[in-house]
C-alpha cells in the first residue's frame, strides 16, 4: 500500500533544468523526513538533499548547491527537487526516500523506484 512514485525524469542539455515530483502515499507523510538520493552507472548511492517534516530544515550536499533545492507540500503528500544549470555529472538514477529519522537510513525506510535524468554535453 506505500508508494512512491517519482517523475520528471529525462533527458536534458547541459545547463537545462528538470524539476523532480515524489508522490506518497500509504503513510502519513508529514510525520516522514523526506530525502532524494541517486546512482550513477558503476557508483554508490548517494544523499543528494533532505528536508525535515515540516520544510524547515533543508540540506543539500556541496555539488548540489546553488543548483538543486528540495521542497515538500505536505499538503498534496510530495516532495520535489528543482535542479537547475545541470551537468553531465549529475546523470543519475534519483530515488525518492521517506524515513522516520532523517540523519541516517533505516531498513524501514521506503523507497520510489527511481526516475532516470540524463544530462548531455
Known amino acids: 500500500q506505500v508508494q512512491l512514485v517519482e517523475s520528471g525524469g529525462g533527458l536534458v542539455q547541459a545547463g537545462g533544468s528538470l524539476r523532480l515530483s515524489c508522490a506518497a502515499s500509504?503513510?502519513?507523510?508529514?510525520?516522514?523526513?523526506m530525502k532524494w538520493y541517486r546512482q550513477a552507472p558503476g557508483k554508490e548511492r548517494e544523499l543528494v538533499a533532505r528536508?525535515?517534516?515540516?520544510?524547515?530544515?533543508?540540506y543539500h550536499i556541496d555539488s548540489v548547491k546553488g543548483r538543486f533545492v528540495i521542497s515538500r507540500d505536505n499538503s498534496k503528500n510530495t516532495v520535489d527537487l528543482q535542479m537547475n544549470s545541470l551537468k553531465p555529472e549529475d546523470t543519475a538514477v534519483y530515488y525518492c526516500?521517506?524515513?522516520?529519522?532523517?540523519?541516517?537510513?533505516?531498513?524501514?525506510?521506503?523507497w520510489g523506484r527511481g526516475t532516470q535524468v540524463t544530462v548531455s554535453s
Open positions: 526516500n521517506a524515513g522516520r529519522r532523517c540523519a541516517v537510513v533505516d531498513r524501514s525506510d521506503y
Open positions: 500509504g503513510f502519513t507523510f508529514k510525520t516522514y523526513c
Open positions: 528536508i525535515d517534516e515540516v520544510g524547515i530544515s533543508v
